[in-house]
Each structure stands twice: as structure tokens, then as C-alpha cells.
């Protein structure tokens, strides 16, 4: 049984960070695309970054030189380093697995998905 468990979410002040983990069990990690999709009310599921079997890294323009996803193929965790929060980044965050060769760009090209982590940035 596949599992994706979520942590790092909380509440922060504009230009904070957070550092979200998410550990899998139940797949051979080290061989999935991996990435983070964050939902805020009212919108649709989007992308925020993802990173292949190979460590290579790709981000929605909305974050690029914030947001930093990585992965310890070794604990099976991966991990987005968040600095410069800003308001608009406030929703559930997602992490999800997808055995793709090359990381899809879209929700629908991910098979499995944890429960979600909430973030908050107040102004």
C-alpha cells in the first residue's frame, strides 16, 4: 500500500520560510517523479515543482528563486524549502508521485498523492 505523508505546514509572516517534507513508503522511490501541487480555495490544483528519477528540478514561474524541491532517495523523503513566502502562497500543499520518465505538468499525470499540508502567509 502506497502512502505519502505530508509535514512542514504552518503559519508565517510575509517574507518567512517553511520546509516541507513529505516520506513515502510502499513505492520504489528513488524511481518516481516527485512533486508539490498547492490548492487554494476557490482555485484549481496547481504545479509548484517537481523533480525526475535523475534530480532534475522544474518550477512554476510563480516561485522560481523561492522554491527549492529536492529528495533523499536514501530516506525516501522529499522536501521543498520555501523562503520568501508571500500571501498569494497560502493553500494546501500536495505531494505526489508519478512513475513518468519526465515529470508531467499536469495533476492528472500523478498516480498517487499524500493528504495535504496547510500554509498560511499572513501580511
Known amino acids: 500500500q502506497v502512502h505519502l505523508v505530508e509535514s512542514g505546514g504552518g503559519s508565517v509572516q510575509s517574507g518567512g520560510s517553511l520546509r516541507l517534507s513529505c516520506v513515502a513508503s510502499g513505492i520504489t522511490y528513488s524511481t518516481y517523479c516527485m512533486g508539490w501541487f498547492r490548492q487554494a480555495p476557490g482555485k484549481e490544483r496547481e504545479g509548484v515543482a517537481a523533480i525526475d528519477r535523475n534530480g532534475v528540478t522544474s518550477y512554476a514561474d510563480s516561485v522560481k528563486g523561492r522554491f527549492t524541491i529536492s529528495r533523499d532517495n536514501a530516506k525516501n523523503t522529499l522536501y521543498l524549502q520555501m523562503n520568501s513566502l508571500k500571501p498569494e502562497d497560502t493553500a494546501m500543499y500536495y505531494c505526489?508521485?508519478?512513475?513518468?520518465?519526465?515529470?508531467?505538468?499536469?495533476?492528472?499525470?500523478?498516480?498517487?498523492w499524500g493528504q495535504g499540508t496547510q500554509v498560511t502567509v499572513s501580511s
Open positions: 505526489a508521485a508519478s512513475w513518468s520518465l519526465f515529470c508531467p505538468e499536469s495533476p492528472r499525470g500523478y498516480r498517487y
